[in-house]
């Protein structure tokens, strides 16, 4: 497969149509990486693996949640999986800058 046609496949479509994308786009890239990526990814993808590690190795719960290794491995997942956030959200940006271009 080609590389253009692997990006396609490896990134949800965000917008479906012109219009859509001019009103994502009016709200500027910082906000949609932000939000598609920190908050729509890096934050629920981040919980959900630091509880399921928890679940994993034990940990006794509710008490466990806020305990320090827990925290932890909170802060750390909560790092990643925002980083990746962000560089998933940017290829959405670029995906869709490359499908429907600058605002008509």
């Not at 396609?8 to 965000?14: G, M, P, T």
């Not at 994308?21 to 009016?26: H, S």
């Not at 932000?34 to 959900?48: E, N, Q, T």
Request: aromatic share 10%; hydrophobic share 50%.
């Amino acid at each position: 497969m080609t590389r253009r046609r692997w990006s396609a496949i490896l990134v949800a479509v965000i917008a479906r149509s012109q219009t859509e994308w001019d009103r994502i786009r009016e709200r500027g890239k910082p906000w949609f990486l932000f939000s598609r990526g920190v908050l729509g990814r890096g934050i629920p993808m981040a919980l959900i693996c630091a509880v399921g590690i928890e679940v994993y190795v034990g940990g006794r719960f509710p008490d466990a949640l806020l305990e320090a290794p827990f925290l932890g491995r909170l802060a750390l997942a909560l790092a990643v999986f925002s980083v990746g956030g962000l560089l998933n959200a940017q290829m959405q940006w670029k995906l869709h800058e490359k499908r429907f271009g600058t605002a008509s």
